[in-house]
């Protein structure tokens, strides 16, 4: 059987990261909710204001921290390396197969330099070369594991407690209302079957806001798996055509905020696409026109 983008359960989210929090941003994409921004760009420049005692300049830090959603977007040009028909070929397609393999490599660089910023301009701890902002690279990927079995056992379930904790707004509000679509009395069981594959981690970036301390990090884990979902009807016999295995590869968002240079947990953001000639193209674009 062959492999299928997306599971059973999960829909592509994409949306750049300056769109959701109020900044231009040229290129749109579909996600499950468009979040209006929540910060107040039309208040007046901080210097045009009064100053403000350092307890009350914290509360309104805070106040503004607390008012940025957690679903505020995927960062803008996250580059998920493609496979199978949607890379291009070198000897039909030399030029966008040169050009992706260069892209891939600059994407890397860039990204893996936006974690060394995020962790070297922490503060500093008891010796120079410790700071407050820890990487752990390597748990990333046990991480969305976990995260994403847990996401679908919820949802299936019906367990939006669960779902609240561990996804962000929009991904989050989908399940919500999905499982309150549910006809009274029926019961969804999720399964995952076994992993395809090792977990990969296939981007990992980070960005900071624009109050001090404050940064969101986010990366993108290559899960391949077999799973099999189940609807039984009020009566407790299987809703015809479900329950049939399927093999999934999904490219699962996680991310985690920080405030103070404190993360909080990882979270699922959603699942994203594996990124086209087309859309470098695009990007570049954008980058001429900025």
Known sequence: MPPIVNGPMAQSLRRPLLSAVGLSSPLERRCFSHVAPRWDLNRPPAYARPAQPPERSMRIASREMMAIPSDIGILEATFVPPTGSN??????????????????????LRDALSILILKWTSPKEARWFNRLVKIHRSQIAPTAIALHREMYTAFAEGDVKTLRKICTDGVYDSFRARIGNRARGEKVVWELVKYNKRAQVVSHRAARLPIEGAAIRQA???????????????????????????DVVEYVVVQKKYWKWKADDWQVWGTTEETKFEDIVQWQKNALEA
């Open 220 to 246: 993108v884990v290559r899960i391949s798996s077999r799973q099999k979902l189940t609807r039984y009807g009020p009566s407790g016999a299987p809703v015809k055509g479900t329950g049939k295995e399927k």
């Open 87 to 108: 890379r291009p070929s070198l000897f039909h397609s030399p030029r966008p197969f040169l050009s992706l393999q260069w892209s891939r490599v600059k994407f890397h």
